[in-house]
């Protein structure tokens, strides 16, 4: 498991916002060649597809500069991996 913070999200005056993120070992592999996280289909849960689908259909009616892009999931706290569904082998604690 990694327990690393990706990015600090800068806010003003010099402070910063952690966040966490549940990925698939890919997608982390990736965010660290790149620099940066994106969201990226390949790397959905099956049986998810069709709910990120709904997700960003409902995105593109009400966020004005949507461009499509796949949502990452984040939390402001540290999700706690005891319940059921957030973790299995192909995931990454970022």
Same mark, same amino acid.
């Given at each position: 498991?990694? %327990?690393?913070?990706?990015? *600090?999200?800068?806010?003003?005056?010099? #402070?910063? +916002?952690?966040?966490?993120?549940?990925?698939?070992? !890919?997608?982390?592999?990736?965010?660290?060649?790149?620099?940066?996280?994106?969201?990226n289909q390949d790397?959905? %849960?099956?049986?998810?597809? *069709?709910?990120?689908?709904?997700?960003? #259909?409902? +995105?593109?009616?009400?966020?004005?500069?949507?461009? !499509?892009?796949?949502?990452?999931?984040?939390?402001?706290?540290?999700?706690?991996?005891?319940?059921?569904?957030?973790?299995?082998?192909?995931?990454?604690?970022?």
């Open positions: 498991m990694n %327990t690393r913070t990706l990015y *600090d999200i800068n806010a003003k005056k010099g #402070k910063s +916002m952690k966040l966490w993120t549940i990925q698939h070992k !890919g997608a982390w592999n990736n965010a660290k060649e790149k620099g940066y996280l994106e969201g790397y959905i %849960t099956e049986g998810f597809l *069709d709910s990120y689908k709904w997700m960003m #259909k409902q +995105m593109s009616k009400r966020l004005a500069n949507y461009q !499509g892009n796949n949502p990452i999931w984040l939390w402001l706290n540290r999700p706690d991996l005891r319940q059921c569904g957030h973790l299995n082998e192909r995931f990454a604690v970022i």
